[in-house]
């Protein structure tokens, strides 16, 4: 991230609300982004996060809150804030019978470019996402990670400052997936970037920062570092045992009261058993000697770091 870029505000979002109908998809959320940051945007399905990427490029009008980008507002100056933004949805709308630079070069015509400035920018966009190999070549023929690649070029065509990302590494491939994330991050150091992602280890590689929302409120806002850094007081205890019981380990262990919650992970018919506990201290010697007396095997007994996906599962329980 360019340190000229930090201080300045971007993205400006104020009790944004959004109804369908009757169903409220997004109730009155508050936020703001500084140019050069990498934003992702988490949630479990319904959150309410493709909406709100929706609302931010103009796609759809909301219920009421204002959006302000780049101190254009929405809707009076829609055709100026398009203008900032380059938006791809999940599902990557390319036509999959044109060729590589016939598609780009359709994209630059609509966007009313001349010639020479487009087969130049063509040339550059093909360089840095990697895709000049690829210009004679149908889409349809290409892998899901180089159809992407191909996506995120069209939208960067016009050289947005914000680059906004549905989902952008969803049925890839681990590989893609590393590529994709190295696209976004170089992307980063120059433009502002917000994507959304059901895979948290690829928001917690990428991001800057990370907003989770639930059942349409934001819930957390803050960088990985810091949200992991709140829960650092949170210990996560994994426990594997065999011909054991969960009802009679939960009362085993309710007279522990560092344990704030009982897990169960998989159970198999009575001959194993795993459970994660989530303690406020670390007190292992507490829950071994209420369980070494019994005629269970201990076959697991670990602490595990806490991920962000156990951040992101027990703040979205909480809320």
């Not at 000229?4 to 009155?28: C, H, R």
């Not at 010639?115 to 996402?129: F, H, P, T, V, W």
């Not at 059901?198 to 991001?207: K, W, Y």
Request: glycine letters at 6%; hydrophobic letters at 35%.
């Amino acid at each position: 991230m360019e340190n000229s870029q930090i201080m300045k505000t971007i993205i400006d979002v104020k009790e944004l609300t959004k109804y369908y109908g009757n169903f409220l998809a997004i109730d009155k959320i508050s936020f703001k982004i500084s140019s050069g940051e990498i934003v992702g945007l988490l949630g479990p399905n319904g959150a309410g996060k493709t909406t709100t990427l929706r609302l931010l490029t103009g796609y759809l009008t909301p219920t009421s809150g204002t959006i302000k980008i780049n101190n254009f507002r929405y809707p009076e100056q829609a055709p100026q804030i398009k203008e900032l933004i380059g938006y791809l949805p999940e599902s990557v709308p390319l036509y999959k019978n044109m060729l590589v630079y016939e598609y780009l070069e359709y994209v630059g015509n609509i966007r009313g470019f001349e010639k020479a400035r487009l087969n130049s920018r063509i040339k550059e966009l093909g360089k840095q996402c990697q895709i000049n190999h690829i210009m004679g070549k149908e889409i349809g023929e290409l892998s899901k990670g180089l159809t992407q690649r191909v996506g995120i070029a069209s939208v960067l065509l016009h050289n947005p400052e914000i680059l906004i990302l549905d989902e952008p590494t969803s049925g890839l491939d681990p590989n893609q997936i590393l590529e994709i994330r190295d696209l976004i991050k170089e992307i980063g150091k120059h433009k502002t970037v917000i994507l959304s992602s059901h895979i948290l280890s690829e928001v917690e590689a990428t991001c800057d920062r990370i907003i989770i929302i639930n059942k349409g409120k934001i819930v957390a806002d803050d960088s990985t570092e810091r949200l992991t850094s709140l829960y650092k007081g949170k210990i996560l205890i994994s426990v594997g045992l065999k011909n054991a019981n969960f009802d009679e380990l939960k009362l085993r262990l309710s007279n522990i009261e560092e344990i704030e919650k009982i897990e169960l992970v998989s159970s198999n018919k009575g001959q194993e058993l795993y459970v994660d506990l989530y303690l406020n201290k670390d007190v292992r010697e507490k829950i071994y000697e209420n369980i070494k007396n019994t005629e269970w095997i201990l076959i697991e007994f670990s602490k595990k770091k806490t991920s962000l996906e156990e951040i992101f599962k027990e703040i979205t329980q909480e809320n």
